[in-house]
């Protein structure tokens, strides 16, 4: 081991030996002031602890800090929290806040800035400044010393020590111990010093180092320090090439000046008092240009613009621009240009005295690149100017756009968006995964996958109606000389039954048959259960309703099993079997669909025969086209199906849904009317006879909270064409959509 | 075009009163174009913004022409035909923008084919709606406004708006009663389908007469059905009779 530059001082702990320096590399002189204990200090004063009484900060239950009280009684860093109370039985144990620390570090940073500038917190309780301002001004650093701890404690109440030294690592340690070491000596201060003194930093684990170091045998910094640098380099690594820059008193890197927040915002006193818009704008141009090369000289670009505005009677007015790009000089007067014509122009409030802008979210100036390719087009452009011309009127979040988001009401569905936010969904789904918006009338396949706008089987020949027509007929033709579309028994309809018999037969979706979600609930149950027979035979009449234009005809026996899963199931099914209104012997009931021995046939074993011969042909491209490896489109099961009501009320009003009597009608149980609607009455609303009803379908959301409250839609058609969705929830009818 | 003297014979005397003043009109209005041409509106050169198929086929230059105003009569229907019209023009890439329709189902709209990323809302407008809908006649192609006769619109800020319109190139929608609106649609004869009767089935279509009158048109007015919406949600040809009647007739034999 070759002796560094200069000559290894002697390991003396003098303050006043080995005056001569380690080399031409000098670290400043650097005054630390330290307060003992701060996390205990912060958070016992937080606490309102009294500083005699011992305390201590516990981390997982270990001492992290403790009081110089509970020092003397034994506690020490790292002892178990039982181990620490025994020890010091009225010990206050304290958690830890970091941001609390900070929090009230600030005043005593406050306190030495006034004192001395340039101050570094290094973290809080220990800031370092450097030391040959306050010395020269106080003449001489215990003098200064002396001040800033006068000062401190006068201020903040709050004990610290100081040290001076060659660089902070010096310094902090000389802070520890409460000593000036003279310029030079730094490497005899620390050479006694153990090499533990290297792991003192918490942000810094150096303890594997400390602990190698010392089965080296290298137990004092001065040992260490008299390494050869370039052996340490290359046996120990980065870090312990600072370590041992360290303990040779060299400084890492000089202090950082703490400098007070840049002022960035620009402000014009505008005498005479502007109250006219045009001169305003000009005033609002030049403004812009200066923020702007302010604002270019940090290279930095505003994201979020405050326009604040001070008016002759004194008022202030302040409105912030949020910005989707960057702001351009141009951008900026408009928007300053914009906010004063609405101020100005609304009136009331006087003429403007003085402007004022501040940035009040920066970005680095090369971070808002544009793309290549704009996706800002001209017309685009145009209305986005618009649209914040617009915003300056009605406020920022008065102007938005619409994005779509999963949920089964209509109302939820659809999430505003201030207009310059960003569009993204709640869930991460762009619009188009938010699943299908037009339900895709669901092909036979069990493949977990709900039918999505790329689904390529909406287009279906039945849209041709004489496909659909012909095929009515031989279903006809088929099943009975007295099938008829419609001949559907009526008197279902305090049974409940209807509900379950459109195509809106899953327990949770009205026509749920073509929603996708339905689909994916069939898949998941692998849909070979039992008792699906009676279940289709249930949701034929949508089918034969249906099958002439949609492709869905046999979902709802298909989507049955997993309304039994999702908690609506048991009850629907049971109403289904109990059905007594529907006599399943009965000539017109069996010739809607096959009766009861043919229904086995058409378990989902296999599409009915019916649709098997349109049902081949549409299975084959959803299989071949879907991409295997597209994830599915989030589930709802229990979604409205489209057309979705045209009107969406914000604030539902009450619904008197009367029966022939005026008695109002309400639910047997979640999915049975209690009686035939017959008018519907609404306030400041929608009000006349009901032609036509269907429903009630139950909505299942979150049943697995207990107390969660289900609710049941029913739609209405009025002798005037309108329609109505209305759903039941909290004991009564709420208007929630109008068809219109 | 529908010749002016196409009305069916034995009409009443209003009728033949409203034909004569419609005739009128006519011959009135090449003068008055002639004024109009002396200072070159912008909008006013036959650009037209598309609207789907089964609307394209009453209005008078198949699709909505720029510089013009639209009055939506109120009643059923009306809020889906306003998105039937929004839809082909948004769809091409037209941006639009609804004032003053702070319930408006946009689920209901994206289904008809109105894309949202391109539909601008300002639902409130309070009292600023005329300064509103200004400024975003300044950028949009096609802006709707509500709630124009509650807010108390006099008919100079009418006049205003549409000098505006027509300057920009945009397309004005009102909602309700719009006095001089160069277009006015409404819906009528609205029939639902798909209820079959006693809660079975559920809304799937909506079959409707849209009745076009304004200029351009015959002063009785153009009349076609269509499905507002159709099962999809989208605006779609009148369905096949043979189908529909049955199940419209059965629904209230049902009841």
Known sequence: MSAPRGSASPASASLTSGSEPVSGERPVRVLALWSPDWPVTAAARAEGVPSHRPAAVVVANRVLACSATARAQGVRRGLRRREAQARCPELAVLGRDPERDARLFEPVVVAVEELAPGVEVVRPGLVALPARGPAGFFGGELAAAERLVDQVAARTGVECQIGVADGLFAAVLAARRGVSVEAGATRAFLAPMGVEELDREPEVDRSELVGLLRRLGLRSLGAFGSLEAADVASRFGADAVLAHRLARGLDPRPPVRRHPPEELAVELELDPPVDRVDAAAFAARGLAESLHRVLAGHGLSCTRLGVAATTASGEELLRVWRCAEPLTPAGTVDRVRWQLDAWLTRGGSGAVVRLRLTPEETVTAGALQLGLWGEVGVGDERAGRALVRAQALRGPAGVGTAVLTGGRDPAERVRLVPWGDARGTLDGISDDRAGPLVPAPGPPVVDGVAGGPQDPVPDLPEDDPADALADVLADALEDGPDRDLDGYPAARCLAGGPGSSGPGSSGSAPGGSPDGSARDGSARDGSGVEGSARDGRGAAPGAGEAGGREGGAWEPRRERPEISRDGSGPRRGGRGAGRSGRPGGSGRGRSREPGPGIAPALSPSGPPRRNARRGTRRTRPVRSARPALLAPPPVWPGRLPAPSPATVPVDPPAVDLLDAAGDPVGLREIDLLAGVPVRVRVADGPSGEVVAWAGPWPVQQRWWVPGAAGSTRLQVVLDDGTALLLTATRGRWWLTGVYD | ?255
């Open chain 2, 1 to 255: 075009m529908v010749a002016p003297g196409a009305v069916p014979a034995g009409v009443d005397a209003a009728s033949r009163l409203e034909v004569a003043r419609g005739l009128l009109r006519r011959m009135e209005r090449p003068a008055r174009s002639e004024g109009a041409r002396a200072s070159p509106t912008p909008g006013d050169d036959g650009r037209v913004l598309p609207v789907a198929a089964p609307l394209a086929r009453v209005l008078p230059a198949g699709g909505l022409r720029r510089g013009s105003t639209v009055a939506v009569g109120a009643g059923p229907g009306s809020t889906s035909l306003l998105f039937a019209l929004l839809s082909a023009a948004s769809a091409s890439g037209a941006w639009a923008g609804v004032v003053g329709r702070p319930d408006l189902g946009l689920l209901a709209a994206a289904e008809a084919g109105v894309r949202l990323d391109r539909l601008a809302l300002v639902p409130r407008p309070g009292r600023d709606l005329v300064a509103v809908v200004a400024a975003l006649v300044d950028g949009l192609d096609l802006v709707a406004v509500a709630g124009h006769e509650r807010a108390g619109v006099r008919a100079a800020d009418r006049q205003r708006l549409a000098a505006r319109v027509r300057q920009r190139g945009a397309v004005l929608v009102a909602l309700g009663a719009w006095p001089g609106a160069d277009l006015e649609l409404s819906c009528t004869r609205a029939a639902w389908q798909g209820l079959v009767g006693a809660g079975a089935g559920r809304l799937r279509a909506r079959h409707v007469q849209v009745r076009v009158r304004g200029r351009g048109i015959a002063p009785d007015g153009r009349t076609a059905g269509m499905q507002l919406p159709g099962g999809s949600g989208a605006v779609e040809p009148p369905a096949d009779d043979a189908v529909s009647v049955p199940l419209q007739a059965a629904a209230r034999a049902a009841v």
